[in-house]
């Protein structure tokens, strides 16, 4: 097994990237390469960054990565909003992935001040 297969905060973020996939699917098809795109990188930039953190050798690269995760996490929340003011998304879809990327965003914190506290930060 993986590092970053132990940790519950990656499991939960692919499972916000299932669900970002699964409604960006709807959206226009002149937005394929626009802002489903666009949405779909930066929800997949969240595991994919733990994961390589989790892999990586010093604790301090690995806060580094979950940062990086975190900001991915906030771009996600963002451009889901402006899909939901186009009209791409609907309110209950967009309350329920918001609700996800919440979740995997507060584990990311935690588990950044789990790891900071190792390195004495």
């Not at 499991?11 to 709807?26: I, L, R």
């Not at 990188?41 to 953190?53: D, L």
């Not at 919440?102 to 588990?111: E, F, K, P, Y």
Request: glycine content about 6%; proline content about 2%; hydrophobic content about 40%.
């Amino acid at each position: 097994m993986r590092p970053h297969e132990k940790l519950d905060v990656w499991k939960k973020s692919v499972e916000m990237v299932t669900a970002v996939y699964e409604v960006t699917k709807a959206f226009p098809s002149d937005e394929r390469f626009g802002l489903v795109s666009q949405i779909r990188r930066a929800g997949i930039s969240v595991p994919a960054n733990i994961a390589e953190g989790a892999a990586r050798q010093s604790d301090k690269e690995f806060c580094q990565f979950l940062s990086i995760a975190q900001g991915s996490a906030s771009e996600l929340e963002t451009e889901l909003l402006i899909a939901r003011n186009l009209g791409y998304l609907s309110a209950g879809d967009y309350d329920r992935i918001y609700e996800q990327i919440n979740v995997s965003a507060r584990m990311i914190v935690g588990l950044s001040k789990t790891v900071r506290n190792r390195i004495g930060n």
